[in-house]
């Protein structure tokens, strides 16, 4: 863990924005020349650099954890003295496809809404000095949007769907700053703890702390979660198709 | 895949440390230059008894290239990157 905290750690979504697969499918292609579920590389601040070779887990590529970490802090070390602070706050794109994350983590997802876009970017400056602290790093994903919610399906992004028909989810955003339990499917989702939008970095800590303890996800085995998103016809449709599918087929 | 018997994926990615969540993304070793080892990353179970909503140590993973990609040439800082589907078998809610 303290490895990765030197890098600046990404996560696409696979299968859900077209210039990032495009991404992915460079840096690595496997015998079947198709976009694979998951890719892994570490890169050079350049973006393009390879640092080491690239495969399907880092598990391909190095020989165990402890492998991988020694890895990370070795070639940290000509970064070490340059580097500087991460502050960006690590938004994900859709809120359909944020619900779906931050279901898939286990973490509430925080939905920040502005009436403007500047004060939007100032709601996300003070959000991001608590998303970078000890205490917040990882522990939950990041919306943002001003206006109104896209309905599902019309945003460029993956969405769920009930048999053919999308889920609209039903969520009425307030203005302000919101940490909600994205629920088993990222589909329900349900307010844990609210803040207005001018509310100083100390109170959103601790607002985001009670989130955090009221948040208590279901815990269920993959074949738990299969057999109910059956049962209940649930399926997501992601922006492109899956190319490495359960069946080796789209889900289109 | 690797997985705890006892825990889902999406959970394990919650309970173990970071190296082992992302070890536990493991696909096939197909192609695999460097042999991997047999056994799966010892987790010690202090970790794997940590609940969903405790404050395990997580990664903090932009979501989107660009933004990463920005934010590293302005830090100066390399790049891990570790793509995922948020689907299993089709369902949401699980990697």
Redesign the interface.
């Known amino acids: 863990m303290a490895a990765s905290r030197n890098y600046v750690c990404v996560r696409p979504q696979t299968y859900e924005n077209e210039a990032e697969s495009g991404l992915l499918k460079s840096l690595f292609r496997s015998r079947s020349g198709e976009l694979e579920n998951t890719v892994f590389c570490v890169l050079a601040s350049d973006g393009k650099t390879k640092l080491c070779r690239s495969g399907r887990s880092p598990a391909q590529v190095f020989d165990g954890a402890d492998a991988l970490a020694q890895f990370l802090d070795e070639q940290f070390q000509p970064y070490h003295s340059k580097a500087r602070a991460i502050e960006r706050l690590p938004l994900i794109d859709e809120f359909a496809l944020a619900l779906n994350v931050a279901s898939c983590d286990g973490v509430p997802l925080v939905i920040l809404r502005a009436e403007s876009e500047k004060d939007l970017a100032a709601m996300e400056k003070r959000m991001a000095e608590l998303a970078w602290s000890e205490a917040c790093a990882g522990q939950q994903h990041y919306f943002a949007f001003t206006g109104s919610l896209p309905k599902p399906g019309t945003s460029g992004s993956g969405f769920a769907k009930v048999g053919e028909k999308p889920v609209s989810i039903d969520f009425d955003c307030e203005y302000g700053i919101t940490a909600l339990d994205p629920g088993p499917f990222g589909l329900e989702p349900k307010t844990l703890a609210h803040a207005r939008a001018d509310t100083d970095v100390e109170t959103l800590t601790r607002v985001l702390g009670e989130a955090q303890l009221a948040h208590d996800p279901t815990e269920t085995s993959r074949r738990q979660h299969g057999r109910e998103a059956r049962r209940q016809g649930i399926t997501w449709e992601s922006e492109l198709p899956a190319t490495d599918g359960p069946r080796g087929r789209s889900p289109r | 895949m690797?997985?705890p018997k006892t825990?889902?994926?999406?959970?394990s990615?919650?309970a173990w440390?970071?190296?082992?969540a992302?070890?536990a993304?493991?696909?096939?070793?197909?192609?695999?230059?460097?042999?991997?080892?047999a056994e799966k990353?010892s987790v010690p179970s202090k970790e794997v008894e940590a609940?969903?909503?405790s404050?395990a140590?997580?990664?903090?993973?932009?979501?989107?290239?660009e933004?990463?990609?920005?934010?590293?040439?302005?830090?100066?800082?390399?790049?891990?990157?570790?793509?995922?589907?948020?689907?299993?078998?089709?369902?949401?809610?699980?990697?």
């Open positions: 690797s997985q825990t889902s994926p999406a959970h990615i919650l440390g970071f190296v082992a992302l070890f993304l493991a696909g096939p070793a197909s192609g695999s230059v460097i042999q991997r080892s990353p609940v969903p909503g404050q140590e997580r990664i903090a993973w932009f979501g989107r290239w933004d990463a990609r920005a934010e590293a040439a302005r830090t100066r800082r390399p790049i891990l990157l570790m793509s995922a589907a948020p689907q299993c078998s089709g369902a949401p809610g699980m990697w």
